[in-house]
């Protein structure tokens, strides 16, 4: 049986978004980390990631993401999840699945790739 609590996509998960902890980003992501899927046009490493973090939370609050499952093998980790938030304009709760795969590198985060279902929020906060 899988422990999905033992992985560092779970943690992050928790940490990070349902726990809103913005610190943990450097503590969990490589200075130097390669993420795709969430935002081509900021930097890449901790600190672009924490700019997407703070964006994120001015778009959405009440957010939380289950990890559904998670399969691990060696440095690689993928996560199905799904993003439960509140769309700050409109007021209206938005459900997004997912899934997120990492590449592990010194129990960090090195390279992320993430597909979300965001074309869907349009329809939902309409």
Same mark, same amino acid.
């Given at each position: ?16 978004? @349902? ?11 490589? +200075? ?24 994120? @939370? ?34 209206? /709760?938005?459900?997004? /699945? ?15 790739? @993430?597909?979300?279902?965001?074309? +869907? ?6």
């Amino acid at each position: 049986m899988r422990d999905k609590k033992s992985t560092l996509l779970y943690r992050w998960f928790e940490k990070v978004w @349902n726990e809103s902890n913005e610190d943990a980003i450097e503590q969990m992501m490589t +200075s130097d980390a390669h993420f795709q899927g969430i935002n081509d046009s900021l930097p890449q490493g901790a600190a672009g990631f924490r700019e997407f973090f703070k964006l994120f @939370n001015t778009q959405f609050h009440d957010i939380r993401i289950d990890v559904e499952d998670v399969v691990s093998q060696d440095d690689m980790e993928t996560a199905r999840t799904v993003i439960y938030a509140t769309h700050a304009g409109t007021g209206k /709760p938005i459900v997004v /699945p997912g899934l997120c795969m990492i590449k592990v590198d010194s129990g960090k985060i090195a390279q992320a790739w @993430n597909s979300y279902d965001f074309a +869907s929020v349009d329809a939902q906060i309409l």
